[in-house]
């Protein structure tokens, strides 16, 4: 009975889709996070006459032939890259990235991690860096009597003080892109791993070479749609329960052809 295997894969599907829809809505109110789908195809097929086989002695080829799908499986949860709406939050240290690219953070093991999450702080030793405490690359420390701070779209950061005119450069942050940001990593933190499949990162200014440029004072939202994630919820839902009714069918009809008397 094909159909008990079948309709299992089935379920099993539907419910890797709500597990991916419950991400999203558990993150709609995360900063930079992407809205997540999950993508099936069908599973092999049993070849019961294949199309184009030779039928009977005259030579007739058959049209069609009989293939018996064995279900579904699933093949990637991908991220669908979008642009989130920016939230004027009006922090010094609070940064959007307008266009594509990721701030590069250095992570306590030397290895460098992404993330479109520019909620950025000061640590004690006046460094910038993530609410998780990673150092923003490159490196900059703020001076202990910076009495404010300025970012241009170009990355570049200035200190103003109370006893001068004019703001100290202090350095410039960079965005890193990918020829395949899809295959990035997720490591939770909002942080992301280069992987062979993203490519190696290309760091460059911001606004030059298609990197996307800086506005300080905004966080970019989440892209998640959460109309469009409970009408999901729902077909999937619907999808499950369908699947499960093919089950109590074919269950009634192996009770069926065992009572055969």
């Given at each position: 009975?094909?159909?008990?295997?079948?309709?299992?894969?089935?379920?099993?599907?539907?419910?890797?889709?709500?597990?991916?829809?419950?991400?999203?809505?558990?993150?709609?109110?995360?900063?930079?996070?992407?809205?997540?789908?999950?993508?099936?195809?069908?599973?092999?097929?049993?070849?019961?006459?294949?199309?184009?086989?030779?039928?009977?002695?005259?030579?007739?080829?058959?049209?069609?032939?009989?293939?018996?799908?064995?279900?579904?499986?699933?093949?990637?949860?991908?991220?669908?890259?979008?642009?989130?709406?920016?939230?004027?939050?009006?922090?010094d240290l609070d940064f959007a990235i307008e266009g594509a690219g990721y701030f590069e953070v250095s992570?306590?093991?030397?290895?460098?991690?992404?993330?479109?999450?520019?909620?950025?702080?000061?640590?004690?030793?006046?460094?910038?860096?993530?609410?998780?405490?990673?150092?923003?690359?490159?490196?900059?420390?703020?001076?202990?009597?910076?009495?404010?701070?300025?970012?241009?779209?170009?990355?570049?950061?200035?200190?103003?003080?109370?006893?001068?005119?004019?703001?100290?450069?202090?350095?410039?942050?960079?965005?890193?892109?990918?020829?395949?940001?899809?295959?990035?990593?997720?490591?939770?933190?909002?942080?992301?791993?280069?992987?062979?499949?993203?490519?190696?990162?290309?760091?460059?200014?911001?606004?030059?070479?298609?990197?996307?440029?800086?506005?300080?004072?905004?966080?970019?939202?989440?892209?998640?749609?959460?109309?469009?994630?409970?009408?999901?919820?729902?077909?999937?839902?619907?999808?499950?329960?369908?699947?499960a009714k093919v089950i109590t069918a074919a269950d009634q009809m192996l009770s069926a052809t065992a009572?055969?008397?």
């Amino acid at each position: 009975m094909r159909a008990l295997k079948i309709a299992a894969t089935g379920m099993s599907a539907q419910q890797m889709r709500v597990e991916t829809i419950s991400q999203n809505l558990a993150n709609m109110n995360t900063t930079g996070y992407n809205a997540r789908r999950a993508e099936f195809a069908d599973l092999h097929y049993q070849q019961m006459a294949q199309p184009g086989t030779i039928s009977s002695a005259n030579g007739s080829v058959l049209p069609t032939g009989i293939q018996l799908g064995l279900g579904v499986r699933p093949t990637s949860v991908s991220v669908q890259l979008a642009q989130g709406s920016l939230s004027n939050t009006g922090g010094d240290l609070d940064f959007a990235i307008e266009g594509a690219g990721y701030f590069e953070v250095s992570l306590p093991s030397g290895q460098s991690a992404y993330t479109r999450d520019g909620g950025l702080k000061r640590s004690a030793d006046g460094e910038i860096v993530t609410s998780d405490g990673h150092q923003v690359v490159p490196g900059i420390t703020i001076p202990d009597d910076a009495r404010s701070l300025s970012v241009n779209a170009q990355g570049e950061i200035y200190a103003y003080f109370t006893d001068r005119v004019e703001p100290e450069f202090l350095g410039q942050f960079t965005v890193a892109n990918f020829s395949n940001s899809k295959g990035l990593e997720a490591i939770g933190g909002n942080l992301f791993l280069e992987t062979n499949a993203s490519g190696p990162a290309f760091v460059n200014t911001p606004g030059l070479d298609g990197a996307g440029t800086l506005r300080q004072g905004y966080l970019e939202d989440s892209t998640v749609d959460a109309v469009r994630e409970v009408t999901e919820l729902i077909e999937a839902q619907r999808g499950y329960e369908l699947n499960a009714k093919v089950i109590t069918a074919a269950d009634q009809m192996l009770s069926a052809t065992a009572q055969i008397r």
